[in-house]
C-alpha cells in the first residue's frame, strides 16, 4: 500500500519538495527567530525525502557500524537532554521565540516535521509530502503576514490534518493489521543477529540499552531463548483455550518487543508460524503510552511534552469528520481485521527514572476537547468492534529487564524468567482456595502499615447462585504473566476510603506519596509529593493518571499473590520501578477507570472450576445500554499496594462476620499459606 500512495502521489511529492527548496531561497538569513525556524524545519524535510532516496539495502550493507551509529546519533542529537533546551522541539524553546500560543503552534510543526525521519525508513514520501505541505501553508502564512491570528493558522492545520483522510486512515489500518506491511518483520525474519548493525535498520534511536541488549543475548544459551519464546507463545495460545475461541481462522498477530531482543522474536515468530499466524510489526511513529515496538527514548521530556499535540486543533468537527470515513474504510480492509489475532506483547523495565517538567508551553485539552474525544473514542470503538469483537482475539503480554536497571540486570533477568515461568498449577489451586472466602463476603476491608495509611472498603457483588457465580477470576498466565492475582470489577456503591502508596512509578512516571480518596467507588480527591506546590501535585496527577477526566471511578479491585516475583524485587530493591504486568501481583491493586472487562461484558467468562465470573460491569459501564458516551473512560491504571506496606485483607460476610486472607502482610488463610514461603526469604 505505501508504493500505491507514493505512485498516487508521486506529483505533489514531486511538488512539496520544490516547494521546500524555493521557500528555503526566499527566506533571508537575518538572525531572527522565524528565519532560524524555517531553515532548520525545511532542512529536516528535505534531508528525509533526499535519505529516504538512498535508504536501502545496498545502502545499509555498505555502511560501516561506525557510519550508521554516526547517522543514528545525527538524526537524534537535537532532542538529547543536553541539547532540548535549543530545539524548537521544546515548547518552551518555541515560546520564548513566538510567544505563548503561536509558540504552540510554531512546536508543533516542528515536531511533526521530525517525523519524516522514520518515515524515510518506511519509504512514506506521501507522509512526507502531507507534513511538508502543512509547514509550507503555516509559514507561508507567516512571512506574508506577521500578525496573521493564531485562530487562523489552528485552522490550516486542522484541515491539513483532514486533508486526504481516508488514505491516511487506510495507512493506519494497514500498518496495523496487514502482515504485508514488513518494514520491521523482515528485521526478526532475516537478520543476521552476530552483527548489532542490524539495530540501526529500525531508524529510532539507538542507545546503550540497545547495543548491551545485542552483547547480552549474544552470549545467552539457546536453550534459554527457546524457553523465553515458548512460555510467552504458549501464554497466548492459553488465552485462546480459556475463552474458547477458533484460532484456526486467524492469519495474522502484532508482536510488539523491545529492540534487541530480536533473537528472542525470532524464536517467537517461528512458534506463532506453526499456528499458520504471520508477524505484524509496527512502530506508532506519532507516539503512544504503550508503544508497539519499544526503544530508548532520546529524551522522554520530549515525548511528554508532545503527548497531547493533538489537542491544538481537534475539536467537534475534526472528530465528527473521521467518523464518516472509518466505516468506509473497515468495509475495505474487514477480511484482514477478522484474520487479526491479537497482540503479543513483550514489555521491558528499568528504564533510567524520569520525573518529568509540567510546562505550561505544552498543549493541553480542554474540557469541551475533552468531551469530544471521549465521544469521538466511544463511538469509534463501537464500529470497530462489528468487524473484530472482544470476543474474536486475544492477546498476552510480559517483561524483562533493560540493562539500565543496574548492573546486576543479568541476575534479575534470570530470576525474572523464573517468575514468568511458576508452576500455574499450583497458583491456580492456592488462588481458588481465596476466591471461595471472597465470594463469602458483601465487602472487604484493606488497610496498611508502616507508614502507608491505605484504608479502603471494596463492595462485592451479590451472587445469586454461588454454585454456578463467582466474583473474582482466578487468573493464572493465559494472557499476563506471570501468574498470580485474583481479581473483581467492585460495586461502586458503598466503597468508600483511601488508597495510598509511599511511592510507585505509573506508566514510567514516579509519584511521591500518592493518596487517593473514594466516595461510592469514585475519586473525590487526590494529592501526591512530588512538588512543594500541592495544585501542581494535582495537575501532575490528573494530568498522568485521569486525563482527560477529573476523576475516575475504581474499575478493579485484585489481590497480587506473586510472592516470588515481590521476594525478588525486594532481593534486588526494584520494587518501586517493576512493570505493572509483574507489579501488580506482588501486593493487592485498585485500577482507577475502566473495569477489565471494558466492551466485553456481555460475553460470558468461565474460572477454571467452571463458575461463571459474574462482577464484570459497575453501575457506570452498565450505561453502555443506554448511552455510551457515559460507560467508559479509556483510563486503566493500576496501583499496588506492596506486602511490606500492607497490614491487612478481610473478607467481611453479610452477617458481618470477618475473614483475614492476610496479616501483618501475612497470608493466613488455610490453603494459601505456601505463598509465604519467598516472604521467609527476606523482611516484610
Known sequence: MINQLNHKYEARIIQAEQNLIDLQKQIKNDGSDLSSFI???????????????????SFYESRSIEELKALNLQQNKELLPENYNSSYANPDVCKECFGQELGKVMCYIYQKARLSIPYAYEHRRVSIMWLSEMLIDIITSLVEDPNRKVSELVEKIKSHAMMDIKDKLRLRIYRS???????????????????????????????????????????????????????????????????????????????????????????????????????????????????????????????FDHRFDEALFADEVYYEYLMTHWKDVFDEFEATIKAYAGPAVMEVFGETSFEPEMKDSSIRFTDVQQSFKQKYTGEYQALFSRYLPNSQWSFTINAYPLPSIGKQFEEIFDETIIVNTLDEEMYRRIQQTMIETLDL????????????????L??????????????????????????????????????????????????????KDLEIEFMDGMMTDYRCNNYADQEKNREYIRANITEPHTFLPIGEFAIGTNTKAYAMARKFNIEKILPILIGEKTGPHFAVGDTCYKWSEDVPVKNPDGREIVARDNSISCQRKTDIDKAYYYRHTDITIPYHELDAIIVITEDNKQIPIIQNGRFVLEGTKDLNDPLDEIEV
Not at 531553515?39 to 539495502?57: N, V
Not at 486467524?250 to 517461528?270: D, L, T
Request: aromatic share 12%; hydrophobic share 30%; net charge positive.
Open 39 to 57: 531553515r532548520k524545519s525545511t532542512d529536516i524535510l528535505l534531508s528525509s525525502l533526499a535519505f529516504e532516496k538512498e535508504w536501502s539495502k
Open 441 to 456: 463476603g458483601k465487602s472487604v476491608l484493606v488497610t496498611g502499615r508502616n507508614g502507608n495509611r491505605t484504608h479502603l
Open 177 to 303: 493489521f496487514d502482515p504485508d506491511f514488513d518494514t520491521y518483520n523482515q528485521i526478526i525474519e532475516k537478520s543476521e543477529y552476530d552483527n548489532e548493525k542490524y539495530l540501526y535498520k529500525y531508524g529510532l534511536y539507538i542507545s546503550d540499552n540497545e547495543q548491551k541488549l545485542f552483547d547480552f543475548f549474544q552470549k545467552t544459551d539457546e536453550t534459554k531463548l527457546q524457553k523465553m519464546a515458548d512460555t510467552f507463545t504458549q501464554a497466548y495460545m492459553r488465552g485462546y483455550k480459556r475463552n474458547e475461541v477458533d484460532i484456526k481462522p486467524k492469519k495474522s498477530i502484532q508482536i510488539a518487543y523491545q529492540v534487541g531482543f530480536e533473537p528472542v522474536m525470532h524464536k517467537v515468530v517461528n512458534n506463532f508460524s506453526a499456528y499458520g499466524l504471520k508477524p505484524i510489526v509496527r512502530y506508532d511513529l506519532e507516539g503512544s503510552l504503550r508503544p508497539r515496538l519499544i526503544h530508548t527514548l532520546p529524551n522522554p521530556q520530549n515525548f
Open 458 to 511: 471494596v463492595q462485592l457483588k451479590e451472587l445469586k447462585d454461588p454454585s454456578r457465580e463467582t466474583n473474582f477470576n482466578n487468573c493464572t498466565a493465559d494472557v499476563n504473566v506471570p501468574v498470580g492475582e485474583v481479581f473483581t470489577t467492585p460495586k461502586l456503591e458503598g466503597t468508600v476510603g483511601t488508597l495510598h502508596v509511599k511511592e510507585v512509578y505509573l506508566n514510567g512516571l514516579k509519584y
